[in-house]
């Protein structure tokens, strides 16, 4: 099964708060076909693509109940730093937002004008979880015509975490080979894990990362709760978030 982004929204003040934003909702809708619905947050039309629908809301507070009651699978967050005037919601509100929904969330760094997605960069760590992440990455790929850039993490040096990483960067690796995709591997092991995929993201020009989000104890990713929240603050590109699902997504039983 394909994954296919029928219905997103962007949460949006002005934009020039949010240009890098729109311009990766842009790409999305012209590949995907999208409806784009604009969370608008004392926004006008103006400025904004004509293909956008709008969505008036009183207060960064409430996006987290519109999305939730809409038909929307994805929200693109602008991120916005403390003293900055681009953006459009702080960190902290957007991990708040990540923790309690259960849809894709992309979060924008609102300090840059626009960003060059044509590497995503997608950690696999030690958890059976990790695994699911492939169809978003496979999906955002396909929209920006990026490589797909994997790289095996783990906080833990041991033998059997690094088994459990090879295997699972390995089962991954092949199924991008199956479906024509072009992409790469690298294995850092020991650290902090987000501090060690931020670097790496660094080094080859990444665009994007994708990670996992999950508060529940039975999930045991090195990308769940802190760690997540940690990605989204510190990384200077583009975060997609997703929620794990029971393995439903065809392309994630590898």
Same mark, same amino acid.
């Given at each position: ?13 002005? #934009? ?6 729109? *311009? ?24 904004? #693509? /004509?293909?956008?629908?709008?969505? #008036? ?20 967050? /602008? ?29 924008? #760094? ?21 695994? *699911?992440?492939? /169809? ?34 390995? *089962? ?24 060690? %995929? ?9 665009? +994007?990362?994708?990670? +996992? ?25 583009? %975060? ?8 439903? %997504? ?5």
């Amino acid at each position: 099964m394909l994954l296919s982004i029928s219905n997103f929204c962007l949460a949006a003040a002005e #934009p020039k708060s949010c240009s890098a934003s729109i *311009q990766i909702a842009e790409k999305l809708q012209a590949y995907y076909r999208s409806r784009v619905t604009v969370f608008a947050l004392g926004a006008s039309k103006i400025g904004f #693509p /004509p293909s956008f629908d709008f969505e #008036p809301i009183t207060d960064s507070k409430n996006l987290g109940k519109h999305f939730k009651s809409s038909k929307n699978e994805l929200m693109i967050l /602008p991120l916005q730093e403390e003293g900055s005037q681009l953006g459009v919601i702080s960190i902290a509100q957007a991990n708040k937002l990540i923790d309690h929904l259960e849809r894709m969330v992309l979060t924008v #760094p609102g300090n840059k004008s626009d960003f060059l997605i044509n590497k995503i960069l997608v950690p696999i760590d030690s958890s059976f979880e990790t695994r *699911q992440k492939l /169809p978003y990455a496979i999906a955002m790929a396909r929209a920006f015509n990026a490589k797909i850039c994997l790289i095996g993490v783990s906080s833990d040096k041991g033998k059997d975490a690094e088994f459990a990483v090879k295997n699972y960067l390995s *089962q991954v690796s092949r199924h991008l080979d199956d479906k024509g995709f072009n992409h790469q591997l690298e294995m850092r092991l020991g650290g902090n894990p987000t501090d060690q %995929v931020i670097s790496y993201a660094a080094e080859i020009g990444a665009g +994007m990362i994708v990670i +996992m989000t999950e508060q529940e104890t039975n999930f045991t990713s090195l990308f769940s709760g802190k760690y997540s929240q940690q990605m989204v603050k510190k990384s200077p590109v583009p %975060v997609l978030s997703i929620h794990p699902k029971d393995l439903i %997504v065809s392309d994630a039983r590898l």
